[in-house]
């Protein structure tokens, strides 16, 4: 063998897990390098979304309870409930998860170091680990799967005591009454709203003009009514950001300004426990040696790939955040996978563009497709079907009555363009009309199969019904819809 390996995979988060674990498939030698001493699995395991979800579903599950039995929600979640319980749930979730990476790549004969990967060469990496020692391996392929990490705020500094990032928080000693979120993006909804629902009272700091613009107007909407309900508030437009402890009044004072006020920019202040601060992410290629062998970078620093997540340098492939979007695990799983396939000539087929996505607020959303703006301003003659959770006989059940899901389709082909959904299971729900939508089905599909009953996926029938019902009354044959659309 000319190399050591067949492929080098420098990351064990979701793309270089799976990029590893689809090569070792195709019988190829696979080294896997992970600059974590301890763990597997990058930000998906131990930072970023299993951790974040593991909180929320405890959060989740408390305020289901409180739901069902209402005297109990006249309590606030931190009077019956401990931080400690709350996280000790998640690490027992990361440290079974970290095992079972650990056995995947045991059981499949992947090989791996670790230490911090540099590239030397086309086809050599330097591996360094913590005491300073150095070793060279090669492949014929190498995939660079090193994630992201975040941003450093800008006009206050993250002491990891009162002002938290998205790792440190999962240190936390005790549920907050008051949490600061400053962030722009769905993590900032997906924590204040985990938060608010364990009792915390929670402030959105948005330094954007408007927050989560690309929601459907309908979802964006009713996500408004459920955040009033939480008492979350979110200001827009907010910027000079300043953040400093008041000894006197043991707390931490959020001063800032909010950009095009009618009150001439006067400071404002919030009086808080914590802080929590999701802004951006910046792609971790800074000490890979990779514009030294060539590999172009944007002037982010993210690895340009083709639609084979290939790089400039033709054996050397990227997935994951270090390419850029979209920037969650869910994709990173298949560009790894799609990576591998490229470089050992397996067919496979391409991803479709429209790939799903979820927030994982309480409730949650999830959408894919064209909203039924953007269908709109593309000249499409779309209806939309509407089906709302109080009419969900499942809604009544689990008392989530909260929500709504919209099917935006094609008038005169009742074909679906996109599907957005607010509530309960929302992120899961979204795969039904994703398969539907992929194989080019219509609206008649929720309604000539027999869908399992009580189900949340009951909303895609009435919601399919309440579409047909608005063609109908636009003047075409009922009848004829049902019968003769193909
Ligand atoms: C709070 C939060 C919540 C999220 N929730 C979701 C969600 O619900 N759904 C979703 O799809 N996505 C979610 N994401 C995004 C998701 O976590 C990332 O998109 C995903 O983990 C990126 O995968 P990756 O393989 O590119 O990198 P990572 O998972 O970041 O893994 C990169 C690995 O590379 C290692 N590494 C870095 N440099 C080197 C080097 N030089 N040598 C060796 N090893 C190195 C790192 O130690 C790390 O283990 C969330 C992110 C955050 C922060």
Not at 321 to 334: E, R, W
Request: net charge negative; proline share 3%.
């Amino acid at each position: 063998m000319k190399y050591d390996y067949d492929v080098i995979v420098i990351g064990s988060g979701p793309a270089g897990f799976s990029c590893a674990m689809q090569s070792s498939k195709f019988d190829k030698k696979v080294l896997v390098i992970e600059a974590n001493e301890d763990s597997f699995g990058g930000t998906w395991i131990n930072s970023g979304t299993i951790p974040s979800k593991a909180l929320r579903e405890t959060a989740r599950i408390i305020q289901r309870f409180q739901n069902q039995f209402k005297d109990l929600a006249k309590e606030k979640a931190y009077q019956h409930h401990q931080m400690a319980d709350l996280l000790m749930y998640k690490n027992q979730i990361l440290e079974s998860k970290n095992t079972k990476v650990k056995t995947d790549f045991d059981k499949n004969e992947i090989d791996t170091v670790r230490g911090h990967g540099k590239l030397n060469s086309e086809h050599e990496v330097e591996v360094e680990t913590t005491d300073g020692t150095k070793k060279t391996y090669s492949a014929e392929y190498i995939l660079v799967a090193t994630g992201s990490k975040p941003v450093k705020p800008k006009g206050f500094d993250l002491d990891h005591d009162k002002v938290f990032d998205y790792t440190s928080i999962l240190t936390l000693s005790h549920i907050p009454r008051r949490l600061v979120v400053v962030g722009s993006g769905v993590r900032a909804l997906e924590y204040a709203t985990t938060f608010s629902n364990l009792g915390s009272r929670v402030s959105i700091l948005n330094e954007k003009d408007s927050f989560l613009p690309f929601l459907d107007n309908e979802i964006s909407e009713q996500l408004q009514q459920i955040l009033e309900t939480q008492k979350i508030e979110v200001f827009s437009n907010a910027e000079s950001i300043e953040i400093n402890p008041n000894a006197l009044r043991n707390t931490t004072e959020v001063k800032y300004n909010l950009r095009n006020d009618n009150e001439g920019g006067r400071d404002r202040v919030i009086e808080t426990e914590h802080v929590l601060y999701l802004g951006g992410k910046v792609p971790n290629t800074d000490s890979l040696g990779l514009r030294e062998i060539g590999v172009k970078l944007d002037e982010e620093g993210y690895v340009v790939v083709n639609n084979d997540n290939q790089s400039s340098v033709p054996n050397i492939y990227a997935g994951g955040d270090v390419k850029g979007f979209p920037a969650m695990a869910s994709s990173a799983f298949s560009e790894g996978r799609i990576a591998s396939c490229r470089m050992f000539g397996i067919e496979a087929l391409d991803v479709p563009p429209e790939i799903p996505q979820a927030i994982y607020s309480i409730p949650e959303i999830a959408s894919i497709g064209l909203t039924e703006k953007e269908a709109k301003a593309e000249g499409l003659d779309v209806t939309v079907g509407r089906a709302y959770y109080k009419n969900i006989t499942q809604g009544d059940i689990s008392n989530q009555q909260d929500g709504l899901l919209k099917l935006v389709f094609e008038t005169e082909t009742l074909k679906l363009v996109g599907i957005h959904i607010l509530g309960e299971r929302a992120s899961d729900l979204i795969h039904l009309g994703q398969a539907v939508m992929s194989l080019g089905g219509d609206i008649r599909y929720f309604i000539n199969h027999v869908l399992n009953y009580p189900t949340y996926s009951e909303a895609y029938r009435i919601a399919a019904f309440n579409g047909i019902n608005r063609v109908y009354k636009a003047g075409v044959k009922y009848k004829k819809i049902l019968k003769s659309k193909d």
